[in-house]
């Protein structure tokens, strides 16, 4: 029997994927149904994989480049002294 836990973290992605071998789809699947926390988690997650693949990469304007760069370089200066 698979728990909650267990369903998000280790079959989710897999389960949408549809990586999964038809017996552990099938347990997961008569989990969902008796599970309305984790058949409402994954329809989230469905949703926002979708939003996610709809994105447009956007570009870090150069100045930002520059004052991120400044950031980490005094963060790792500090870590090493």
Not at 28 to 34: G, N, Q
Not at 43 to 48: D, E, P, V, W
Not at 64 to 80: D, G, N
Request: aromatic residues 8%.
């Amino acid at each position: 029997m698979i728990t909650c836990k267990e369903f998000i973290l280790d079959f989710l992605a897999d389960y949408l994927d549809a990586t999964l071998s038809p017996e552990v789809v099938a347990e997961l699947e008569h989990h969902l149904a008796s599970c309305p926390p984790c058949l409402a988690y994954l329809n989230t997650y469905k949703r926002t994989r979708e939003l996610v693949g709809q994105t447009v990469p956007a570009e870090m304007p150069a100045e930002m480049k520059t004052i991120l760069r400044k950031f980490l370089r005094e963060q790792l200066t500090k870590e090493m002294s």
